[in-house]
């Protein structure tokens, strides 16, 4: 049996300063990484440039980021620090004394999480009302809307496919969505059936599609591109192959195009029930 001192480490007594020696490790990594998060991830996070509100999300993304890069940071080095530092020693027993509390660690825990949770409330609310619309479904009655002209156009979520509805050229149901480039289109998603989810993902749109509900979503396109649409709600069976390729045209393309498709279609849209924001569900249609 050894003596009784071998029990206290070699250590206790000339302990560095861990809380300045862990804050200033914390605050040059932040002050490195978080800059660089910026320049470097930022332009490359989704969705995109492909339009207004998809520029805005990759905005806002960045923003969260940028947030999110010290606190993330704080967690992955206070666990190295402490695993290195926090250690017990080799063939120590004994442990420090009970931490019961520390006013000024939790008053600063408290104080920093409520800044950063009302700060990013704070500017989710202002970036809203800046003027260009959500392009994620805000219901039938958005609290924030664009200024301006706007081409309503209707999303229909149907198993297993998306028609869209231009009320302003007759109401025409077209298979496939084409879009006027630099114009503010008002898209009012709804369904036939079940809910679906329209996802235009290079446009940041994404709205779900519920029966009976008039969901809208705005989008003001920002180059001549094609995108990809999805169906982003388990649906049934064919839920996988509910997806298309959208097209964002120059406007004098877009004319003739929904010009073709109000001739090509006029058959069809006799028979249509006239536009409406929803639409009586009718399974039997599609035969259940
Ligand atoms: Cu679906």
Request: with cysteine; net charge neutral.
């Given at each position: 049996m050894s003596s009784s001192e071998s029990a206290v480490p070699p250590e206790v007594g000339r302990e560095p300063n861990h809380a300045r020696r862990f804050g200033l490790t914390w605050l040059i990594a932040s002050l490195i990484a978080t800059p660089l998060v910026i320049l470097l991830l930022g332009p490359i996070l989704?969705?995109?440039?492909?339009?207004e509100q998809a520029s805005g999300q990759v905005t806002d993304n960045t923003v969260l980021l940028a947030m999110a890069t010290p606190v993330l940071l704080l967690v992955v080095i206070y666990l190295i620090y402490a695993v290195i530092?926090?250690?017990?020693?080799?063939?120590a027993a004994l442990e420090g004394p009970a931490v019961r509390g520390d006013a000024r660690v939790q008053t600063t825990w408290i104080v920093v999480t409520s800044v950063l949770v009302l700060s990013l409330a704070g500017y989710g609310t202002w970036r809203l009302f800046?003027?260009?619309?959500?392009?994620?479904g805000s219901g039938p009655n958005p609290v924030a809307t664009p200024s301006g002209p706007k081409l309503p156009v209707q999303v229909i979520a149907q198993q297993w496919a998306f028609t869209y509805r231009y009320?302003?050229?007759?109401?025409v149901e077209t298979p496939h969505l084409w879009l006027p480039n630099n114009q503010t289109v008002e898209l009012h998603v709804t369904s036939l059936d079940v809910i679906h989810d329209f996802w235009a993902i290079q446009l940041g749109v994404k709205a779900d599609a519920n029966p009976q509900v008039d969901n809208i979503a705005f989008v003001k396109p920002t180059g001549v591109k094609t995108f990809e649409i999805r169906c982003?709600?388990?649906?049934?069976?064919?839920h996988g192959e509910m997806f298309d390729t959208g097209h964002v045209v120059p406007p004098l393309v877009f004319s003739r195009w929904i010009s073709e498709q109000v001739t090509k279609f006029a058959p069809a849209t006799k028979n249509l029930?006239?536009?409406?924001t929803t639409y009586q569900p009718e399974p039997a249609r599609r035969g259940g």
């Open positions: 989704p969705p995109g440039n492909g339009s530092y926090f250690r017990q020693p080799k063939g800046e003027g260009n619309g959500a392009g994620s009320p302003t050229y007759g109401g982003a709600e388990l649906c049934g069976i064919w029930p006239p536009y409406s």
